[in-house]
C-alpha cells in the first residue's frame, strides 16, 4: 500500500519537474497553449492522473488526491504567469513594430484646383458684379425656338444650316445643343420687366472639325442690358471697361460694323494688343488689335418676341469667347489644350484655394 503512494508522489514529482522544465522553455503563446493541452486540457498527464485516483484503495485516496490537485493548482498558477508574461511580450512588440516615426515626411496631399475656364468666369462675374449686371445660367440642351427663333434667326437662314448646329434627336420639336449663350437673352426677358442686367456664362457647342482655334465645344459670356434710354454708348463704355478690367487701365477698344440677326446696329469688338501695346506681335498678328466678340443694340424683334415694348424700351447686347480671353491674357496658342484634361497644362493655372 504504502508503495502505491510512493510511487504515485514519484509519478507527480516527475511530472511536476518534467511540465516546469518544458514552460520554461516555451516563448510563444502558440508554444504556451500546446503546454497546456499536454498537462492541464482534457488529455493531459495531471488530468489522467486524477482520474487514475479513482482505482486506488479508499484510504490512500485523500492524501492522492490532494497532492495531485496541488500538483494541479501549481502549474495553472505557473502556466497564467506565464501566460500573462507572454502577452505582455507581444503587445510591447506590437507598439514597438507599429510605433510610428514622427521624423518621416509626410505624404504629399494632392489638392484639386479650379479650371482656368472656372476662373476666367468668376473674374468675370465679378467684373461684372461692378458694374450692376448679374450672372443667370441657362440650359446647353436648347429648343430651336429659343436658340434661334426669338433672336430672329428665321429657318430658312443659313446659321440653322445643319453643319453649324448639333441636332438632338427628337421627332416633334427642333431641339439643338446651343450654338451660342444667346438664348438665354429671350429666356431672361421673357421672366422678367426692364430694368435688366444680366450676364450668361456657359457652355456653347458647333459642328466644326477641331483645329487650334475651333472646338466643337466652348465657352462663352453673353451680356444684355434693356431700359428706357440705352444707347450704343452704354455698350460701349460697358466693353471699354470690360477690356480695361482684363486687361490693364490703358487699353483702348475697337468698334467695327458687322451683321449679327438679333443686333442692330451690330459690331465687332476688339482691343487694343496689351503684349505689344497695339505696335504689332505674333499674338495679335501684327494687326495691333485682338478681336474679342460681337455685340450691337438688341434688334426690335428680339424685344417684340418676348413682348416688350420696342418705342419703349431699348437694349444692347454682346457675346464673347471666355478661352479667347485667356489664350489672350496669357499666350496659350491651342483652344484644345482646355478641354484637354492634360494635368501638366491645367496645373500651371493652379491657384491656392482661399
Ligand atoms: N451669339 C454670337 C455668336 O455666338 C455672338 C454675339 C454677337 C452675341 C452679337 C451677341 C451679340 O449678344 O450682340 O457668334
Redesign the pocket.
Known amino acids: 500500500m504504502a508503495q502505491e503512494v510512493t510511487t504515485l508522489d514519484a509519478e507527480l514529482e516527475a511530472v511536476r519537474a518534467e511540465a516546469l522544465r518544458r514552460l520554461d522553455e516555451v516563448t510563444s503563446v502558440d508554444e504556451a497553449a500546446a503546454w497546456e493541452r499536454d498537462y492541464l486540457g482534457g488529455k493531459g498527464r495531471v488530468t489522467q492522473l486524477l482520474r487514475g485516483l479513482g482505482s486506488l484503495p479508499a484510504e490512500q485516496r485523500p492524501a492522492a488526491g490532494r497532492a495531485t490537485q496541488a500538483l494541479k493548482a501549481e502549474l495553472t498558477e505557473k502556466y497564467d504567469d506565464v501566460g500573462a508574461r507572454l502577452k505582455a511580450a507581444a503587445r510591447q512588440q506590437a507598439l514597438a513594430e507599429d510605433a510610428i516615426d514622427v521624423t518621416l515626411p509626410g505624404r504629399p496631399v494632392i489638392i484639386g484646383a479650379a479650371h482656368p475656364i472656372s476662373q476666367m468666369i468668376d473674374e468675370l462675374i465679378e467684373i461684372f458684379a461692378l458694374l450692376g449686371f448679374q450672372a443667370v445660367f441657362g440650359p446647353e440642351v436648347e429648343t430651336g425656338h429659343y436658340n434661334f427663333d426669338l433672336l430672329n434667326i428665321p429657318s430658312d437662314h443659313p446659321a440653322r444650316d445643319v453643319w453649324d448646329t448639333i441636332i438632338v434627336e427628337s421627332p416633334n420639336e427642333e431641339i439643338v445643343l446651343r450654338?451660342?449663350?444667346?438664348p438665354m437673352?429671350a429666356r431672361t426677358m421673357e421672366r422678367m420687366q426692364p430694368p435688366v442686367r444680366v450676364i450668361v456664362p456657359g457652355r456653347?457647342f458647333r459642328f466644326e472639325a477641331q483645329d487650334a482655334s475651333h472646338e466643337w465645344m466652348f465657352t462663352?459670356l453673353?451680356?444684355?442690358a434693356v431700359d428706357e434710354n440705352i444707347t450704343m454708348a452704354d455698350l460701349k463704355g460697358t466693353l471699354r471697361e470690360l477690356a480695361r478690367q482684363l486687361f490693364g487701365p490703358t487699353r483702348r477698344v475697337r468698334f467695327r460694323c458687322d451683321f449679327?440677326p438679333?443686333?442692330e446696329p451690330?459690331v465687332d469688338f476688339a482691343v487694343d494688343c496689351a503684349i505689344c501695346d497695339g505696335q504689332g506681335c505674333r499674338v495679335c498678328k501684327h494687326t495691333g488689335w485682338l478681336e474679342m466678340?460681337?455685340?450691337?443694340m438688341?434688334h426690335p424683334n428680339v424685344l417684340k418676341g418676348v413682348g416688350y415694348d420696342p418705342e419703349k424700351y431699348t437694349g444692347?447686347?454682346?457675346?464673347?469667347g471666355i478661352e479667347r480671353i485667356i489664350m489672350m491674357k496669357t499666350g496659350v496658342s491651342d483652344l484644345r489644350a482646355f478641354a484637354g484634361n492634360d494635368v501638366r497644362f491645367l496645373r500651371q493655372f493652379a491657384r491656392p484655394i482661399v
Open positions: 450654338t451660342h449663350t444667346s437673352q456653347s462663352q453673353e451680356g444684355l449679327f438679333f443686333v451690330g466678340g460681337g455685340a450691337g438688341v444692347f447686347a454682346f457675346g464673347l
